[in-house]
Nanobody, 115 residues
């Protein structure tokens, strides 16, 4: 089982990034996918969630209207599109696959928003 995030990096305030989460070793389409982030010195924060079919999405208030989660079950991929980035978005971003008692985490990808 593996979840691998990619696409992080350094971006200026107001910029955009698209994070990807590649899944393997499990039935990806059966799992709800969630994104979390953890800023330095802070607890891990839930960012948003997408249903198995992609038709239901929820976001944290802090990112609503700026971030968009999507998934491609044919490719076993999940995505986090981030726009209008601000310094407070600086964090390590993690994807999470959840199905009841089964849960998997990626290793995280660093996003730094700075001029």
């Amino acid at each position: 089982v593996q979840l691998v995030e990619s696409g992080g990096g350094l971006v200026q305030p107001g910029g955009s990034l698209r994070l990807s989460c590649a899944a393997s070793g499990f039935a990806f389409s059966e799992y709800i996918m969630r994104w979390y982030r953890q800023a330095p010195g802070k607890e891990r924060e839930w960012v948003g969630v997408i249903s198995t079919g992609g038709g239901t999405l929820y976001y944290a208030d802090s990112v609503k209207g700026r971030f968009t989660i999507s998934r491609d079950n044919s490719k076993n991929m999940a995505y986090l599109e981030m726009t209008s980035l601000i310094s407070e978005d600086t964090a390590v971003y993690y994807c999470n696959a959840w199905l009841g008692r089964e849960e998997y985490w990626g290793q995280g990808t660093q996003v730094t928003v700075s001029s």
